[in-house]
């Protein structure tokens, strides 16, 4: 997801887009010459694990954060920077490794799932302590997962699908019950819903948990300093403390990449995440710096609300708009974008172009999941004839108010105009950005997704017509069957198809314009080792420490 940036644009002139593309050293957008994008020839470099003999204890570490996380509760949480400092404060069940496969981490092996595929047996670690002395068992799982299904604002509800009951058999065993087969349900695990709460954090605070989380995790909660600071501290209870080597970390909030690269270039902050890419290059050949990098499973695009009328969660409302409510008039602008230019222009050809939310590199790809819709603002100018739109036809679009997702939105601002759209830019503050998606106070929105392991957690949740973060207020009873059938099915084969169909429907009604995928790129100093980061985009700083 896009962060955000201390500074407020009233508004964005059509001017500015070519001062912004020569102060930040790029050329106006033009076609895209054909060959590799530097993405796809770059090697992924996820980092290595600290040896202990060359860590030395204690120390501060300080990550230099693009965005303010929103709330630290993994029931609520939405923002991929809340996952960053979830890595030290809340384990759960499974976690991924750098293969991106499934891995036990609060659990002791993969679940065993019924014949019928209706039950997940789970075996628990034994001997686990919360941050606030309580003991992790099944009871605390049963707690954390029915507080997921049942609390107001939900984000994980949807994810963890059809569960009709938790059991516990015993401390050590928690049992998960299904209505209908649900395949995602293990990699849904290894994310924020399989973030094991303390039970009482959570009847002490209710849904205030995120005042002051309570997890098993390698830190714990100490402070936090709105759109400032986030400070965690190494937790003495927790079961593997001593492979925690740093005292504490401290997340500051620099929303400027170029600051972001400052700092950590003046030793200021040791981790920076989300390098731009006009930063990357020379950060890459500093002798003082590493830079990790992997391919997201994830997207940034472009959300068009629909029928987010009441806000997300409410009943569906259409909105009385020609873009709301003629999906000619959405095709005519994914037309108007040229995926290729914006990825060789504006990202120095860092990032890949995306047409799906289906990673290439998922084991449910296909030729139908990764089709692409043609640049042609020709064509578009017809459909917006088609659709009675006059042109130039005037669209709002929310975005971050920090230097990248300008750069973007300018970028698009100046390719649109082809297609026959007068496209508005409006920055504003992330948090505000993720309060005015979820309120439907947007006409279209630019915001992104770090992505999972399933594709399920990367469609449902957005283009479901219950999926609680469908804040396009998208409903298709076709795709709704497609989801559903790909959820209850465990043939490889028919889920690749069933996706494939989705994406096809997906790129007629276009609820949701996908553009491209980011190359996670994180700035760490060699003073430090241990950071690693994997496609899920998630910074692992729990287990580094400062060189000896």
Same mark, same amino acid.
């Given at each position: 997801?896009?962060?955000?940036?201390?500074? *407020?644009?009233?508004?964005?002139?059509?001017?500015?887009?070519? @001062?912004?593309?020569?102060?930040?050293?790029?050329?106006?957008?033009?076609?895209?010459?054909?060959?590799?994008?530097?993405?796809?020839?770059?090697? !992924?470099?996820?980092?290595?694990?600290? !040896?202990?003999?060359?860590?030395?204890?204690?120390?501060?570490?300080?990550?230099?954060?693009?965005?303010?996380?929103?709330?630290?509760?993994?029931?609520?949480?939405?923002?991929?920077?809340?996952?960053?400092?979830?890595?030290?404060?809340?384990?759960?069940?499974?976690?991924?490794?750098?293969?991106?496969?499934?891995?036990?981490?609060?659990?002791?092996? @993969?679940?065993?799932?019924?014949?019928?595929?209706?039950?997940?047996?789970?075996?628990?670690?034994?001997?686990?302590?919360?941050?606030?002395?309580?003991?992790?068992?099944?009871?605390?799982?049963?707690?954390?997962?029915?507080?997921?299904?049942?609390?107001?604002?939900?984000?994980?509800?949807?994810?963890?699908?059809?569960?009709?009951?938790?059991?516990?058999?015993?401390?050590?065993?928690?049992?998960?019950?299904?209505?209908?087969?649900?395949?995602?349900?293990?990699?849904?695990?290894?994310?924020?819903?399989?973030?094991?709460?303390?039970?009482?954090?959570?009847?002490?605070?209710?849904?205030?948990?995120?005042?002051?989380?309570?997890? *098993?995790?390698?830190?714990?909660?100490?402070?936090?300093?709105?759109?400032?600071?986030?400070?965690?501290?190494?937790?003495?209870?927790?079961?593997?403390?001593?492979?925690?080597?740093?005292?504490?970390?401290?997340?500051?909030?620099?929303?400027?990449?170029? /600051?972001? =690269?400052?700092?950590?270039?003046?030793?200021?902050?040791?981790?920076?995440?989300?390098?731009?890419?006009?930063?990357?290059?020379?950060?890459?050949?500093?002798?003082?710096?590493?830079?990790?990098?992997?391919?997201?499973?994830?997207?940034?695009?472009?959300?068009?609300?629909?029928?987010?009328?009441?806000?997300?969660?409410?009943?569906?409302?259409?909105?009385?708009?020609?873009?709301?409510?003629?999906?000619?008039?959405?095709?005519?602008?994914?037309?108007?974008?040229?995926?290729?230019?914006?990825?060789?222009?504006?990202?120095?050809?860092?990032?890949?172009?995306?047409?799906?939310?289906?990673?290439?590199?998922?084991?449910?790809? =296909?030729?139908?999941?990764?089709?692409?819709?043609?640049?042609?603002?020709?064509?578009?100018?017809?459909?917006?004839?088609?659709?009675?739109?006059?042109?130039?036809?005037?669209?709002?679009? /929310?975005?971050?108010?920090?230097?990248?997702?300008?750069? @973007?939105?300018?970028?698009?601002?100046?390719?649109?105009?082809?297609?026959?759209?007068?496209?508005?830019?409006?920055?504003?503050?992330?948090?505000?950005?993720?309060?005015?998606?979820?309120?439907?106070?947007?006409?279209?929105?630019?915001?992104?997704?770090?992505?999972?392991?399933?594709?399920?957690?990367?469609?449902?949740?957005?283009?479901?017509?219950?999926?609680?973060?469908?804040?396009?207020?998208?409903?298709?009873?076709?795709?709704?069957?497609?989801?559903?059938?790909?959820?209850?099915?465990?043939?490889?084969?028919?889920?690749?198809?069933?996706?494939?169909?989705?994406?096809?429907?997906?790129?007629?009604?276009?609820?949701?314009?996908?553009?491209?995928?980011?190359?996670?790129?994180?700035?760490?100093?060699?003073?430090?080792?241990?950071?690693?980061?994997?496609?899920?985009?998630?910074?692992?700083?729990?287990?580094?420490?400062?060189?000896?």
């Amino acid at each position: 997801m896009s962060p955000r940036l201390p500074f *407020v644009f009233a508004t964005v002139p059509v001017m500015v887009t070519a @001062l912004a593309l020569v102060v930040a050293g790029c050329s106006p957008v033009q076609p895209a010459a054909d060959g590799p994008t530097a993405a796809e020839t770059q090697s !992924d470099v996820f980092g290595e694990p600290a !040896d202990p003999a060359q860590v030395k204890a204690g120390g501060t570490l300080t990550v230099a954060l693009s965005a303010d996380p929103d709330k630290l509760d993994p029931t609520l949480s939405r923002s991929l920077y809340s996952r960053y400092v979830f890595h030290t404060l809340c384990e759960k069940l499974y976690d991924l490794g750098p293969d991106a496969k499934v891995v036990p981490q609060l659990a002791t092996a @993969l679940p065993t799932i019924a014949p019928d595929g209706l039950s997940l047996t789970i075996p628990l670690r034994q001997g686990v302590k919360f941050a606030d002395g309580g003991t992790f068992d099944s009871a605390a799982v049963k707690t954390t997962i029915e507080r997921h299904l049942t609390l107001a604002g939900s984000a994980r509800k949807s994810e963890l699908g059809p569960i009709s009951a938790v059991e516990t058999p015993d401390p050590n065993t928690v049992v998960i019950k299904l209505s209908k087969p649900f395949a995602p349900l293990t990699a849904a695990l290894a994310d924020r819903a399989g973030m094991v709460l303390s039970p009482a954090a959570v009847a002490k605070l209710g849904a205030n948990f995120s005042t002051a989380p309570a997890c *098993v995790g390698p830190f714990k909660f100490a402070n936090r300093v709105a759109q400032n600071s986030i400070k965690v501290v190494k937790d003495p209870l927790y079961y593997d403390a001593a492979k925690v080597h740093l005292d504490a970390i401290e997340y500051r909030i620099i929303t400027d990449s170029s /600051i972001r =690269s400052a700092n950590l270039k003046a030793g200021d902050a040791q981790v920076a995440d989300s390098l731009s890419s006009q930063d990357a290059p020379s950060l890459q050949k500093d002798s003082t710096i590493s830079v990790l990098q992997s391919q997201s499973l994830g997207y940034q695009g472009v959300t068009i609300n629909i029928a987010n009328a009441n806000g997300v969660g409410n009943p569906l409302k259409q909105l009385d708009t020609p873009i709301a409510k003629d999906p000619r008039v959405r095709q005519a602008l994914d037309l108007s974008i040229d995926r290729a230019a914006l990825v060789k222009s504006i990202f120095n050809g860092l990032n890949t172009v995306a047409c799906s939310p289906v990673s290439p590199k998922s084991e449910f790809t =296909s030729d139908a999941a990764q089709a692409c819709p043609a640049h042609d603002p020709a064509k578009a100018k017809e459909l917006l004839a088609a659709a009675g739109v006059s042109t130039p036809y005037k669209v709002s679009m /929310i975005t971050s108010n920090n230097p990248d997702s300008l750069r @973007l939105a300018q970028a698009l601002q100046a390719m649109v105009k082809d297609g026959g759209f007068e496209l508005v830019i409006k920055p504003v503050e992330y948090a505000s950005l993720l309060d005015q998606q979820d309120r439907g106070d947007f006409e279209i929105l630019q915001l992104g997704w770090s992505g999972r392991v399933d594709p399920d957690a990367n469609i449902f949740n957005f283009v479901g017509t219950t999926g609680s973060q469908n804040v396009a207020g998208y409903s298709s009873p076709e795709v709704d069957k497609l989801l559903t059938d790909a959820r209850q099915s465990t043939d490889k084969a028919q889920r690749i198809k069933l996706y494939g169909d989705v994406v096809t429907k997906l790129q007629q009604d276009e609820p949701l314009i996908y553009l491209y995928r980011q190359r996670n790129l994180t700035g760490v100093s060699k003073k430090l080792l241990g950071v690693q980061t994997y496609p899920d985009g998630v910074i692992r700083t729990a287990f580094a420490g400062f060189a000896k």
